[in-house]
């Protein structure tokens, strides 16, 4: 059973830093692509980034291009992003997922409980 545990979330300014980790569980990690998705308040929830089982291709949205980065530490079995330039738009829930190929062309098939992420002006 593939878990998928969210750390690093929190109440921020407008313009600050934020790392999130997510740390997976329950089969061999760098075998598959991983992504981060995000829910706002009264929205849906939408892709973020995501990053293929080498980190040789990387895909973000375009609200978030040149402020986040994902990566990844295989031999921690853990993924990060990196939010940078945080804007109150930001604001949602972060949840961490996970494909079941090695790259990110198809719906994640594990997800996180999610982080929440609150940026004010």
């Known amino acids: 059973q593939v878990q998928l545990v969210e750390s690093g979330g929190g109440s921020v300014q407008a313009g600050d830093s934020l790392r999130l980790s997510c740390a997976a569980s329950?089969?061999?990690?760098?075998?598959?692509?991983m992504g981060w998705f995000r829910r706002a308040p009264g929205k849906e929830r939408e892709f973020v980034a995501a990053?293929?089982?080498?980190?040789?291709?990387?895909d973000y949205a375009d609200s978030v291009k040149g402020r986040f980065t994902i990566s990844r530490d295989n031999a921690e079995n853990t993924v990060y992003l990196q939010m940078n330039s945080l804007k109150p738009e930001d604001t949602a829930v972060y949840y961490c997922?996970?494909?079941?190929?090695?790259?990110?062309?198809?719906?994640?098939?594990?997800w996180g409980q999610g982080t929440q992420v609150t940026v004010s002006s």
């Open positions: 990053i293929s089982w080498n980190a040789g291709s990387k």
């Open positions: 997922a996970a494909y079941n190929q090695a790259y990110y062309n198809t719906l994640p098939g594990y």
């Open positions: 329950g089969r061999t990690f760098s075998y598959y692509a």
